[in-house]
């Protein structure tokens, strides 16, 4: 089994920065990829960001392109997403996930693992 855990959430300004990290442990894979959602109260979980194993593509959905940076560390099993700029409707719990086969999916059930989440609310 995998575990993902989240951290870094937390209350903010508008315009304000935000760096949640995921770490992964339990079963480990040679390679793979991972990536972070969000579901904000009354929505559907939607994709925010995915990067491959060691980096080399990254892919992020069109509402945080620009404002967020998604990097890991595989090393340490850890995923980052830096966010700036942020506005009110980034508000959301985040999910980070893992994938096996090192894809960039921005579909739910491209993700093998799941974390628990960490509440992200930013005030207007």
């Known amino acids: 089994q995998v575990q993902l855990v989240e951290s870094g959430g937390g209350l903010v300004q508008a315009g304000g920065s935000l760096r949640l990290s995921c770490a992964a442990s339990?079963?480990?894979?040679?390679?793979?990829?991972m990536g972070w959602f969000r579901q904000a109260p009354g929505k559907e979980r939607e994709f925010v960001a995915a990067i491959s194993w060691g980096g080399y593509n990254t892919r992020y959905a069109d509402s945080v392109k620009g404002r967020s940076t998604i990097s890991n560390d595989n090393a340490k099993n850890t995923m980052y997403l830096q966010m700036n700029s942020l506005k009110p409707e980034d508000t959301a719990v985040y999910y980070c996930?893992?994938?096996?086969?090192?894809?960039?999916?921005?579909?739910?059930?491209?993700?093998?693992?799941w974390g628990q989440g960490t509440q992200v609310t930013v005030s207007s």
């Open positions: 339990g079963r480990t894979f040679s390679t793979y990829a």
């Open positions: 996930a893992l994938q096996r086969n090192n894809g960039l999916g921005r579909r739910l059930y491209d993700y093998d693992y």
